[in-house]
């Protein structure tokens, strides 16, 4: 059965919708933890650079792929091969990126479910001067609480739901056209907050972030910052190969993704900014970890002027941005149910958030009543967080470089990007060899110890 195949409606929307799907909770919780615990600035730079050399690739690579398939990524990768007549086990590559994004947003709606519950905690004032005990607490106990979670899980679910069901054009790049824009308005709002009300601690931010201290950069970091420029840009999930394939001839993909990380990079250094000022100024940890934003912030949120409605506003930001990203989780599945079943698109959207949804619930019982359950010493959502980011995503992500880079046509693809000899040596050493290499190193890693 042939179905039509939608597209985006123009270069804007589609790079907005990309943008909405990388900057995320990767950028806002993840980004700020992760360099907190890392020393800072040494993580950061090593960070920045990663996503130019080899997140930018890659993402042109995802893209350029999708767009020459037209359809989900696997059967996309399965026809590009067969086209530079390579064998269809490529396909792979594309079941283990759709595979991956299913997994993900089973987990990635839960915490995309307590940013919306926060939203309500902030604004009833459950903040107002609590201290680090209290917001654990209020942390833990929240965690314990299954209907809460659950409540929340479902109806983020439902808004996903609701937006992607609505197809390409008129779900999710409308959506990203209007969270965008307001997300980067709160964004700005954030940062002049911190900086009108954390004092000198604004500075102190800024050079935490941004004065090297190379010492402070070890293996542990610059594998961390690898694995964080993928995740960060929505690399290996079959995402952005999806968002390729409704993607039209006449867009320069180079230019677009350089705008794309440029985005996803000042998202990230932004929310630093806004979150270090508030956590100096009011003598909290930098390098608290995963609680950063739902047990550390709370603390400043409620001990300063004004801190309900901006904690609130804080809360908001997130919960746009986690949006932006899941409905791009959700994409890949979608696709290739309303390709390769009689399902139409909305069907196929509901059927797909409902086992989503179902996968959701075992991770929300993961952290109360099922906390016992454990497999390879992990429990369910540990498992599955560690599967995708830490396996399934550094493979597909070698995948798709390593078949684009030594699979494919290479003249083909040096006009399409149209590459001056000296920019397309670089790719090709970038491509073939340096990616590759990292890619391999980042996987060996994750099977090494837990170091966070
Ligand atoms: N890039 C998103 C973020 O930074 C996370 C994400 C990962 C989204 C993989 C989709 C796929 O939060």
Known sequence: MKKSHSQWSSRMGFMLAAAGSAVGLGNIWKFPYMAGEMGGSAFVLTYLLFMFVIGLPILVLEWLIGRRGQKNPIHTMEDVAVSEGRSKLWRWVGIIGVLGSFL???????????ATDYIFLAINGTFNGVNGEA?????????????SLLIWHTVFMAA???????????????????????????????????AIVSGSSFGKAFDFLFTPNWSALNGTAILAALGHAFFSL????????????????????????????????????LSGMAIFPLVFANGLEAGSGPGLIFVTLPIAFGNMAAGSILGCLFFIFLTFAALTSSISLLEPTVELLEEKTPMGRK????????????????CILSFNEWADVKL???????????????????????GTVIFGAWMMNQKVIRKELNLSNFWFGVWTVLTRVVIPVAVVLILICGFLPETR
């Open 376 to 398: 390879f010493d992990k429990g369910i959502f540990d498992l599955l967080d560690y599967l995708t980011s830490k396996i399934m995503l550094p493979v597909t992500g070698l």
């Open 347 to 362: 069907t196929a959207t509901v059927v797909s958030s409902v086992l989503i949804w179902a996968l959701g619930i075992a």
């Open 234 to 269: 929505s690399l290996g999930m079959g995402i952005m190969m999806a968002y390729g394939s409704y993607l039209g001839k006449d867009v320069n993909l180079l230019s677009t993704a350089r705008t794309v990380v440029i985005l996803d990079v000042i998202v990230a250094m």
């Open 160 to 194: 996903n739901t609701i937006i992607v069901a609505m197809g390409v054009g008129a779900g999710l790049e409308r959506a990203c056209k209007v969270m965008m824009p307001g997300l980067g308005v709160l964004l700005l709002i954030l940062v002049a907050y911190a």
């Open 104 to 114: 993900i947003l089973s987990f990635y709606s839960v915490i995309g479910g307590w």
């Open 135 to 147: 917001t654990g607490q209020i942390f833990s106990s929240f965690l314990g609480n299954t209907n």
